[in-house]
């Protein structure tokens, strides 16, 4: 567990109750006993007083040796308001009606992720404004929030372990790429999801290879 606990140092963060990292550095990582839920959002655009989610997707996985998956879901959820969409972000999600046309309610969709991710650590890849999101919907649909006040970036652990000449940019298919690992297609939740799982997965890997090398 100690050893699990320097490799997540780089990423721990503490949630303030508007869904941004708090300022203070965690000394010591807490509730590591919890359940990871690796999750992603799409949405249709950068503002979560504005912009909506279009799918969510979270694999939840053991905060033990390897991260072993438990289990895994993800669905496209239906706007209220598409016209308000940002039109870069609905053509990075590739939003169509037709697409989108089995989507399910905000709330059910948010009820589902809620009921598998209880007092989980939200893990995923630059998660600030996955968190912004979660927060200000959980807010909109006058839900308490599920998980842990904790979370942990993906990306921060990666700049800390992958750096240059290795690699030059820090987005996620960038470092997949970099470490040879096979990805979904990008801009799916659940595929983004599982891409930043995988890239977890390999980089403790990589920990744990050094170790076993030093010793």
């Known amino acids: 567990m100690h050893e699990m606990s320097i490799f997540l140092q780089p990423g721990f963060k503490r949630i303030g109750t508007d869904g941004s990292f708090e300022n203070q ?3 010591e990582i807490q509730n590591l006993s919890a359940e990871l839920l690796v ?5 249709s655009g950068p503002n979560p007083r504005e912009h909506e989610v279009l799918d969510v997707g979270g694999i939840l996985v053991k905060s033990e040796t390897g991260f072993p998956e438990v289990s895994s879901w993800g ?3 239906r706007p209220l308001h598409i016209g308000t969409g940002n ?3 609905l053509a990075t999600v590739a939003y169509t009606s037709k697409k989108w046309r089995d989507s399910i309610s905000l709330e059910e969709a948010f009820e589902k992720i809620s009921k598998i991710g209880k007092d989980t650590i939200i893990t995923g890849w630059g998660i600030k404004q996955d968190l912004l999101f979660l927060t200000e919907t959980y807010r909109r649909l006058n839900e308490k929030w599920p998980f842990s ?3 942990i ?3 921060d652990i990666a700049r800390k372990m992958v750096i240059r000449p290795e690699i030059d940019r820090y987005n996620l298919g960038h470092v997949a790429d970099r470490l040879n690992i096979g990805r979904m297609p990008e801009h799916s939740a659940l595929g983004d999801a599982y891409t930043t799982y995988d890239v977890l997965t390999t980089l403790w890997g990589r920990t744990t290879k ?3 090398v030093d010793r």
């Open 149 to 151: 006040e904790f979370a």
């Open 75 to 77: 669905s496209k959820v």
């Open 210 to 212: 050094a170790n076993r």
């Open 25 to 27: 550095k965690i000394s």
């Open 153 to 155: 970036d993906v990306q």
């Open 39 to 43: 999750i992603d959002l799409e949405m």
């Open 87 to 89: 039109l870069e972000a």
